[in-house]
């Protein structure tokens, strides 16, 4: 286990469509992170696990998406009906959960494009 | 008033000179402070923590911070063109305790040979 593993790299779809993101975090690492990224801007929080709990989740996350972590292993992100704007770098981070700010550690992202 | 804030440049040096990058953060109380590298089209990578005022050099590369000033940088010696990137400076908010990160949108980083 060398880091965090998203799948997929890219994704294409239709506005309207449903899609779902995966990611494996680094094994040991507790914490996990989903962050979104958009052209020109530092990435934004979207939200936070600790273990299978999801304990905080942005403002920017609409009813629309949905993230879950069973087990407290890999995490999925889901966008039901994308739109325009969900096109972004959707990135996974996890840290391990022993000290609060510890460095977190990011995946390569799913790249989504919605047209 | 940004919660992390950096000049989005771009910041162009000669190959060899030194860069310097700078951030601020309006959380008096923030404790830590993260500085990524991102090249175009990748992820984050890490590349330097600090904790504590003052210095802490780390290769090439050197991080300050000054928490009366809310003031935090990253000196990066003998820059090097494959230093080309958008440097992005991370500061979870003491407001909450779950690790997450506010992120300043980042300075990009031309050397040039």
């Known amino acids: 286990d060398t880091g965090v593993s998203q799948d997929p790299r890219h994704k294409i779809t239709k506005r309207g469509q449903n899609v779902t993101f995966r990611c494996d975090p680094i094994s040991e690492h507790n914490r996990l992170y989903w962050y979104r990224q958009t052209l020109g801007q530092g990435p934004e929080f979207l939200t936070y696990f600790q273990n299978e709990a999801q304990l905080e989740k942005s403002r920017l996350l609409s009813d629309r998406f949905s993230a879950e972590r069973p087990k407290g292993s890999f995490s999925t992100l889901e966008i039901q009906r994308t739109e325009q704007g969900d096109s972004a770098m959707y990135l996974c981070?996890?840290?391990?959960?022993?000290?609060?700010?510890?460095?977190?550690?990011f995946g390569q992202g799913t790249r989504l494009t919605v047209v | 008033q940004k919660e992390v804030e950096q000049n989005s440049g771009p910041l162009s040096v000669p190959e060899g000179a030194i860069a310097s990058l700078n951030c601020t953060y309006s959380?008096?109380?923030?404790?830590?402070f993260f500085w990524y590298r991102q090249y175009s089209g990748k992820s984050p990578e890490l590349i330097m923590s600090?904790?504590?005022?003052g210095d802490k050099e780390d290769g090439r590369f050197t991080a300050q911070l000054n928490k009366a000033s809310q003031y935090v940088s990253l000196l990066i010696r003998d820059s090097q063109p494959s230093d080309s990137a958008t440097y992005l400076c991370?500061?979870?908010?003491?407001?909450?305790?779950?690790?997450?990160?506010?992120f300043g949108q980042g300075t990009t980083l031309q050397v040039k040979p």
């Open positions: 959380d008096r109380g923030s404790q830590s």
């Open positions: 991370a500061v979870p908010p003491r407001s909450s305790n779950t690790g997450k990160l506010i």
């Open positions: 600090i904790y504590s005022n």
């Open positions: 981070a996890s840290s391990p959960g022993f000290m609060i700010n510890t460095e977190a550690f």
